[in-house]
């Protein structure tokens, strides 16, 4: 059972679309279950998140985390951005049900994998970013062992 947050995101989602000239866009899916997830970011000169979009292919949950992340990381700085986990994701929406966590972790990696592609742009370090995977499936398998 979805919380009523989880579906107010999903049946009005915020943030959709595309940033033109984006600072840093990333896209992250899980093969496992078919959803694609797209965040662009518009990131100014002090490193602060100014707007923030996605789109994304996939079920209730995925648009709804989706949506959720946006909403977390618009006006925080770049270091902010980077302590979004997905725990903070499903706590924003009431919870998920542990089927649909998932979605909650491609809405965390699709913020890392956008800042990712920020931090190449300006040939800049972020602590603690690593390069992300386009599959966030192959890290689920990793955890299994």
């Known amino acids: 059972m979805y919380t ?6 999903f049946e009005n989602p915020r943030n959709v679309g ?7 866009v990333g896209t992250v899916g899980n093969a496992k279950c078919g959803d694609i997830m797209r965040i662009y970011l ?13 789109k994304t292919f996939g079920c209730g949950a995925a648009v709804a985390t989706s949506s959720m992340a946006t909403e977390l990381v618009k006006g925080k700085t770049v270091r902010e951005a980077m302590e979004i986990t997905n725990k903070a994701v499903m706590e924003a929406l009431d919870g998920l049900p542990p089927v649909k966590v998932h979605c909650s972790l491609l809405a965390e990696e699709a913020i890392h994998a956008a800042l990712w592609d920020y931090a190449q742009k300006n040939g800049i370090e972020i602590e603690g970013l690593e390069q992300p995977k386009n599959d966030i499936s192959e890290h689920e398998e990793e955890e299994e062992y």
């Open 18 to 24: 595309e940033i033109e000239n984006a600072s840093g």
């Open 4 to 9: 009523e947050k989880v579906m107010d995101h």
């Open 42 to 54: 518009d990131i100014d000169e002090d490193q602060i998140i100014r707007d923030v979009k996605f």
